[in-house]
């Protein structure tokens, strides 16, 4: 391990981690995008919203080969993301590499894999030849050489809604997409389209859905080659991310409609964890979920009155909250929890951008 003297506080804030990290290599390329798509969406006078979604790594050498991972799938941003769209907003997804994406997460490869739902034309007579014509370009049968592809008759009313509603949201370019591996890399994308969507004022809308690392391993205490095992145990000290919330919110983008989600597995801690995100942040709603039943119920807190006539208690500010649920049981129709989260988030961010 190198030096450690050079940094050693266990506190770093937003402004000495910035200072002190590497910018990802890619993002100014990333930034050139996000600014030209923000240029448009801005012609159209269309609201955005940055939806982060996905888990954040943090690599423990810096060639790395060992890396600790946050959990989620992405499940709840790509979701979330296909009801703003739904909703007339631009969308700015940025997501952790190779998660769940907006409409192609409906087809995720395991639990819907694509190749499931696909058959091969009837002119290929039986199973058997289906197994002679693999692989296709050694048989010479004309149906073979030409095979028709078919979607299972079951299957295709979903897949044409949903595929109509990709095709509308490519022709009307509402949708971007980026991203990130490494806390690293979300933070310096956080920072640079917070500062980029600023200019859209009250219009833009910030859904913080990603999951993100708590602590790190600054460059300069990482070992530079593969950490060599046969030494015995192994022990790392990690510093803590710093809460870009605090500037997001006060400093990049002072007029945006800012959600925030908060993860818990003891569901006691959900409602006293998010107040004390409000409080620290000033922000306006947290959404609490805990791990076992994230897809079936949250919980959304804000500051009880509006910005303009919030009632300061003695002890602080006061807040509400709102249960959104859907019904769990195996029978209960289909239904995602997104759809209502985003639905109330909406008529928030409207009364937002009217007040404004
Ligand atoms: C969430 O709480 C998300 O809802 C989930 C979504 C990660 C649970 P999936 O993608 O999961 O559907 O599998 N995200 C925020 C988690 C987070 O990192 N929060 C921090 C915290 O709780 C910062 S506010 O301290």
Do not use: C
């Amino acid at each position: 391990m190198p030096n450690t003297t050079e940094i050693n506080a266990t506190t770093f804030s937003a402004e000495s981690y910035f200072a002190t990290q590497p910018e990802p290599p890619t993002l100014k390329a990333d930034i050139q995008g996000v600014s030209h798509f923000i240029d448009s969406q801005i012609e159209k006078g269309r609201k955005v919203v940055l939806v982060t979604s996905g888990g954040t790594t943090v690599p423990l050498e810096l060639n790395v080969v060992r890396f600790l991972d946050n959990f989620s799938a992405g499940t709840r941003g790509a979701t979330s993301a296909e009801y703003f769209l739904k909703q007339g907003y631009a969308v700015i997804f940025m997501h952790r590499q190779f998660s769940l994406q907006p409409f192609s997460r409906n087809y995720s490869h395991s639990t819907h894999p694509f190749l499931d739902f696909l058959e091969i034309d009837a002119a290929l007579p039986s199973s058997s030849t289906i197994d002679s014509a693999y692989p296709y370009s050694n048989d010479p049968s004309p149906s073979a050489a030409h095979p028709h592809i078919t979607v299972k008759t079951s299957e295709k009313a979903a897949l044409l809604s949903l595929l109509r509603a990709y095709k509308a949201v490519q022709a009307k370019g509402t949708l971007h997409t980026l991203t990130f591996v490494t806390v690293n890399d979300y933070l310096y994308l956080l920072r640079a389209i917070s500062k980029e969507m600023k200019q859209l004022g009250p219009k833009a809308m910030y859904y913080l859905a990603a999951a993100v690392s708590d602590f790190f391993l600054p460059k300069q205490k990482m070992s530079e080659h593969k950490i060599q095992s046969g030494k015995g145990s192994l022990h790392i000290e990690m510093d803590q991310v710093p809460k870009v919330l605090k500037p997001l919110v006060s400093e990049w983008v002072p007029a945006g409609f800012v959600v925030s989600f908060k993860l818990e597995t003891d569901p006691a801690l959900l409602i006293p964890k998010a107040r004390q995100a409000l409080e620290r942040y000033g922000h306006q709603v947290v959404i609490g979920n805990d791990l076992h039943h994230r897809k079936h119920h949250v919980v959304l807190v804000s500051p009880k009155s509006t910005a303009s006539d919030r009632k300061i208690l003695p002890n602080g500010v006061e807040y509400e909250e709102m249960w959104i649920e859907i019904d769990s049981s195996p029978s209960a129709p289909h239904k995602e929890i997104e759809e209502g989260i985003v639905r109330e988030l909406v008529a928030r961010h409207d009364a937002w951008i009217k007040r404004a």
